[in-house]
């Protein structure tokens, strides 16, 4: 039996279309499965993980360069990793917890024993009532890196009673009516400036 070359042709590439088509269909059905759409989540979630922290890390030293106009450099870098180390894991990044401290106690080289004439207490000026809610003692305000993490804690259930919004959430941080509107001005002074820093600093390294 003799079989002409373009039916030939056409079975050859009948065949080649099918096997290709069993092929296309094994891998999806290997994406598909469980195990690997799990692995694909823990690949994705980790990636994501990567680029927050760099993202964050990349804020640090412009922080550094802001803070060293009110301190010592010394004590700008270690505020500056509470920034970092106290914001990790939750809605906010290092930059929000520095324009708090600047806002609240950048007039006062960021002091740890600043205590303002209502009686808040440390570098993100917690009242002593704040603290104990958020299970401090007051006496640990003077204490940085236990500020920071109360501070990270009242931003959040400001951040609750703002519905969301990050903002409002740091005027409420500093209470409510004209003195916290100037305080949301100076928030975003301070914001703007770090910014501008990271831009230059960024400018900087692609120059080099």
Not at 14 to 24: E, K, R
Not at 56 to 78: G, N
């Amino acid at each position: 039996m003799r079989i002409s070359i373009p039916i030939l042709s056409f079975l050859l590439l009948f065949l080649i279309v099918v096997d290709n088509n069993q092929a296309s269909f094994a891998v999806d059905a290997e994406i598909s499965t469980p195990q690997s759409i799990a692995r694909e989540y823990a690949r994705r979630k980790q990636l994501t993980q990567e680029m927050d922290k760099l993202e964050r890390q990349k804020q640090l030293p412009a922080i550094v360069s802001v803070f060293r106009k009110c301190t010592s450099q010394e004590r700008a870098h270690r505020l500056a990793y509470l920034c970092y180390e106290a914001t990790l894991d939750t809605p906010f990044k290092p930059i929000d917890l520095a324009e708090i401290a600047l806002a609240e106690t950048g007039g006062h080289g960021l002091s740890g024993k600043a205590v303002s004439s209502r009686g808040a207490v440390g570098v993100w000026q917690l009242m002593p009532v704040r603290a104990k809610s958020h299970g401090y003692e007051p006496a640990e305000m003077n204490r940085d890196d236990k500020c920071a993490a109360a501070a990270v804690k009242e931003l959040k259930t400001k951040l609750e009673m703002a519905d969301g919004d990050l903002a409002l959430a740091k005027r409420l941080y500093c209470g409510t009516g004209k003195q916290a509107r100037a305080y949301d001005v100076k928030i975003r002074q301070y914001r703007r400036e770090i910014l501008g820093r990271m831009a230059k600093i960024e400018a900087a390294s692609q120059g080099s």
